[in-house]
């Protein structure tokens, strides 16, 4: 539907991938210089040059699928690897907490400030690294010159296209449960209370004017809730007060990530088939996310001494029973692209997957490229 | 003032899509047919006044250009016109014209998409069927399509193109007291809250241009050449079509505003939003006085459930149904 969602998508997602990956890493015990290491290697990804000129340029939002290899190969981008369980459950929290401040955002527009705040703190995670920083500024500046000219009807249109791509995601997470802002059959707790969006009155009152415009009479209705005058607008700069506390971090050492997997849907069958069915538009996909990720620089992994593991449970032994144990209807088919006997096809998907560093020109436009590319997914 | 009935299980949850129910209820068949669209789909369900029998029909919107990606659905609407029925699909790539009961396509509409995306998201939103035999839709570029539709067959044609709207359009409705009285039978409503009042012929005639206050208007009904509009705001104002003034406003909803209805014989208004609120007001015209008034009666909580559509299910609102996002099935109240 709208054709600028991605960005935001992409930016919301990310700064709740850095959230968790930070609360991990810290409560794992790892090293300081080296959790440093990966998060500055992964902000830098994220914020490359290129790699943004693709995702700003109007486009429809990609599927799920596609979606969930960028951050796959995100995730990657430095000494830290992550086991498949692990990295199912870290794009499960991703999404539920995008999708969580999304429903909750009072007006659409608001969107924009959760996006600043996940902005604010990934500016706070690189403040030591004025390269970064100043990639991070730059994005910034996108933001504002794209986004706050736009109008509440076109915000609420963006927030219809993320709410289509969260269709149907009802996964528990922990924290959101102790904190009762989600109940336990997985849907989020919309409370009737609290202070109205900013713009919008409280309900309650009806004005009947006359013909010549004069307030004839005023009149009370029950609203049902318990609402307050909203507060004060936050900001759209570069710098200041977001207000809301949507997008701020919400993890610390202490509050753990974890996520319940039975149940998460009454009817199996309603999990929609969407992204399932036979799409012969998958080339397409595949074209576009090449192009996407040819933009991925990427640090060679290094050798075997500094890389390390990260895990999103408690214990290895939990990490390989999320694994076995995770619902068909929940796996997110990621598109695995491995190398083959092949050896052009092999140079010409290692160079999509990013392992060279050149920026080359990628054009992977022509429909044989594209082939290709389907024809490994069929073979995997 | 309503109790809760049983629900009818949907096929998929709805999307959260302004307007997002229709109903039209088949009297000599004794069925109520009810649209939900979820994504690319449009879920029908054709239930049986005596609560027995439950059918479903999936459609899916049209594709005619394989290479490109997939085309969702904005709004499905049922046009009841003098001679007959139609259910017309609005996506991202065209307008689908259906039998009522969905079982033909009678007619496709492309639109004009451009080869690569543009910042512009391009779709068709907003439906109605006017007096007497028009179908008349909006698309995102702010223009009308007015389709001239006979009293059978497929020999639909495009009669006008209407630009007068420079926003997107959000929704349309047309006169539904059955009066023939009423000058004004079409009112369409924008992303910036501009209102447009029309009266349908092979040309229409734009009658009156009622100002938005830069607010989306999401959902709009005329009736007794009263506007009643829905707004982002979370307000619900109401004009005199044909003059612009302005009746009454209510702070109705503390979040936007996804749908309206109105049940014509007994003057009853239903709003639902964001919120979880669905709200039943009554609306009493004194035409000696030229005065509208709008009065409270009802609230019903959906929760934890952002509405995105509520219809009144036979023309005394005696009855009404009501679907939120996410949420597998459409939810029925009747009058206690």
Redesign the interface.
């Known amino acids: ?4 969602t991605l960005p935001l998508l992409f930016i919301n997602l990310g700064g709740e991938m850095l959230y968790i990956l930070d609360q991990r890493l810290r409560a794992q015990n790892i090293p300081a210089d080296k959790a440093k290491k990966v998060m500055n290697d992964i902000i830098t990804t994220m914020f490359n040059k290129k790699f943004l000129e693709e995702l700003f ?4 939002l990609y599927s799920k699928k596609a979606l969930r290899t960028v951050f796959d190969r995100l995730a990657h981008a430095s000494i830290m690897r992550l086991n498949q369980a692990s990295m199912d459950k870290l794009y499960d929290l991703m999404t539920m907490a995008f999708k969580y401040q999304v ?1 909750l955002c ?3 527009k608001d969107i924009l400030l959760v996006s600043f705040n996940h902005m604010d703190a990934i500016k706070d995670f690189v403040k030591d690294t004025p390269s970064i920083l100043s990639q991070v500024d730059e994005t910034y500046q996108q933001l504002v010159e794209m986004y706050t000219p736009l ?4 915000f ?2 963006i ?2 296209t993320l ?2 791509f969260f ?2 995601m ?1 996964i528990r997470v922990s924290i959101f449960l102790k904190d009762k802002v989600q ?1 336990s059959n997985g ?4 409370p ?1 209370c609290g202070p ?2 900013h ?13 010549n ?1 004069e307030e ?2 005023r ?1 009370q ?5 318990n ?1 307050t005058a909203a507060l004060r607008e936050g900001s759209f700069e570069i710098f200041g007060d977001r207000v809301t506390k949507l997008g701020t971090n919400m993890y610390s050492v202490s509050r753990p990530v974890e996520t319940h997997m039975s149940g998460t849907s009454k ?1 199996s069958t ?1 999990h ?1 088939k ?1 992204n399932t069915a036979p799409n ?2 998958a080339k ?2 595949l074209n576009l996310l090449a192009r996407l990720m040819g933009g991925l620089e990427v640090q060679k992994p290094g050798n075997a001494d500094s890389g390390f593991r990260v895990n999103l449970f408690a214990t290895d032994e939990e990490e390989e029973e999320a694994l076995i144990s995770r619902p068909d209807e929940l796996s997110y088919g990621v598109i695995n692209i491995q190398a083959t006997k092949d050896q052009q096809t092999n140079a010409e998907l290692a160079k999509i997957m990013g392992e060279f560093s050149e920026s080359g020109d990628q054009s992977p436009s022509a429909s044989s490229k594209g082939d290709d590319l389907l024809a490994m997914m069929d073979g995997l | 003032m309503y109790h809760k009935e049983k629900s009818i299980q949907i096929k ?2 709805a ?3 302004y307007n997002n129910l229709c109903v039209l209820r088949i009297a000599p068949r004794r069925l109520t047919y009810f649209t939900v669209v ?3 789909v449009v879920n029908m369900v054709s239930a049986s006044w005596d609560g027995l029998n439950y059918s479903h029909r999936q459609l899916q919107s049209k594709e005619p250009n ?5 085309s ?1 659905i ?1 709004q499905a609407a049922f046009c009841v016109l003098t001679s007959r029925d139609l259910l017309v699909v609005t996506s ?1 790539k065209g307008i689908q014209m259906y039998e009522s009961d969905g079982s033909i396509m009678v007619y496709w509409h492309a639109l004009e998409t451009p080869e ?6 391009v ?1 068709a939103r907003g439906i109605s069927g006017v007096w007497e035999n028009y179908i008349c839709v909006g698309v995102s570029s702010g223009a009308m399509l007015v389709f001239d539709i006979p009293s059978k067959g497929s020999n639909i044609t495009l009669s006008e193109v209407l630009h007068e709207h420079s ?2 359009i ?1 929704d349309m409705a047309s006169e539904c007291s059955g009066s023939q009285e009423c000058i004004a039978n079409l009112v369409t409503a924008d ?2 809250g501009n209102l447009c009042v029309w009266k349908s012929g092979e040309e229409f005639q734009l009658l009156n241009k009622i100002p938005g206050f ?3 208007c ?1 959902s709009v009904k005329l009736w007794k050449g009263t506007v009643v509009a829905g707004y ?4 619900i104002r109401l004009y005199e079509a044909v003059t612009g ?12 505003i996804y749908s309206l209805d109105i049940a014509p014989f007994s003057g009853l208004l239903l709003s639902a939003a964001e ?3 669905v709200r039943v007001w009554h609306l009493t015209m004194t035409p000696e006085t ?2 509208v ?4 009666l009802h ?1 019903e ?1 959906v ?4 509405i995105c559509g509520a219809k009144f299910c036979d023309g005394d609102g005696y009855a009404f149904a009501v679907t939120g ?2 949420l ?1 099935e459409i939810i029925r109240y009747v009058q206690s």
């Open positions: 539907m709208s054709s600028r340029k109007p486009q429809e429903l009072p007006r659409p109008p509440s009807g076109e609420q249109l927030r219809q709410l289509i269709q149907d009802h109940s849907r989020f707790v919309l009737t109205v969006p713009g919008t009155q409280v309900p309650g009152l009806i004005r009947i004017f006359s013909c415009g004839l009479t009149l209705f029950n609203n049902g809730g609402y009817n309603q929609t969407v012969p538009l397409e996909e | 998929n949850s999307s959260a899509l979820h994504a690319n394989v290479a490109t990606s997939t969702l904005m991202q690569t995306p543009t910042e512009q998201a779709f926003e997107s959000t992303d910036v830069d607010m989306s999401s982002g705001t979370g307000q003034i302005l009746h009454a406003e209510v702070n109705a909803h503390a979040r936007w919120d979880s609120l030229n005065s008034e709008i009065a409270h609230n909580c929760t934890d459930t952002q996002y996410d597998s």
